[in-house]
C-alpha cells in the first residue's frame, strides 16, 4: 500500500482528503513529536543564554573575579573553581556522543539488542554525570547564598543538572520499555530523539563549563 494522502470530491463539489493510507509515525522532522522535541531545546537554549548574559551582567559589579570569599574562617583570594571533576564531566558528556550516535543508527535499522545494551550504557553514563555534578558544586568555593556570584554560578550548574536528571529519566523508561516489548518505528523515533537531547546537552555543559570554570580565570 502506498503511504500517500488521497485528495477526492464528494458528490456536493467539495473537496475531501483520505489520510487512512499515511502510516503513524515517520522519522525526524516529519514526525510531530521531532518538532515538540526541538522546541523545548530552543526554549532551554534560552534560558542557557539569559544565565550566561547573568552572569557577564554580575561581572561588572565586582572588582574582583571572583570576588573574596569572606565567608570563611580565612578569606580566600582569587578563589577559582577547581577544574578536575568538572573537566572530567566534561570528557565523559562529549564522549557519550559517540556511543549515542551508534545508538540512533541502531534504532534507525531498529535493532532492539544493540538499542537496549545502548539505553542502559547510556543510563550509567549519565548516573555518573550527576553523580560528579553533586561532587563539583562544593568546589565554586561558594554557597548559592554567599553573594551573586556564588548564586548564578550555582544556578547554571543546577539548571544543567537538571537537563542530566532529565535524560537519565528517558534513557531509563526506554531502556526499561524495550527490555520488554519488541521495538517498532515509533518508539525508534523516541530514542534518535533522545540522541538529538544528549548532543544538546553536551553541547550545553560545553558552554557551561567554559563561562563558569574558564570565565572566571580569564575575565
Known sequence: MSHVAVETIDASGRRELD????????????????WGNTLLIF??????????????????????????QSNTPKAIYNPLPDLPIATAELILIAAACLPMYLID????????????????????????????????FPHLKFRWD???????????????????LGAGAEFFIMALWLTR?????KHALD????????????GTWLLCYGVVYWGARLL
Open 181 to 185: 516489548r519488541p521495538i517498532d518505528e
Open 105 to 136: 543508527m541502531a534504532a534507525r535499522r531498529e535493532n532492539r539488542r544493540q538499542v537496549v545494551i545502548g539505553l542502559w550504557f547510556m543510563l550509567a553514563v549519565t548516573i555518573v554525570a550527576i553523580v560528579l555534578r553533586f561532587y563539583e
Open 146 to 164: 554567599d553573594n551573586a556570584y556564588g548564586s548564578i554560578t550555582w544556578t547554571i550548574l543546577g539548571t544543567h543538572l537538571t537537563y542530566l
Open 43 to 68: 526554549i532551554e537554549t534560552t534560558t542557557i543564554i539569559l544565565l550566561v548574559v547573568s552572569y557577564f551582567y554580575v561581572r561588572r559589579n565586582f572588582n574582583d573575579w571572583p570576588p573574596v
Open 191 to 202: 530514542v534518535t530523539l533522545a540522541g538529538g537531547y544528549w548532543y544538546w546537552v553536551a
Open 19 to 34: 489520510v487512512s493510507r499515511l502510516k503513524d509515525s515517520g522519522w525526524d522532522s516529519r514526525d510531530p513529536v521531532w
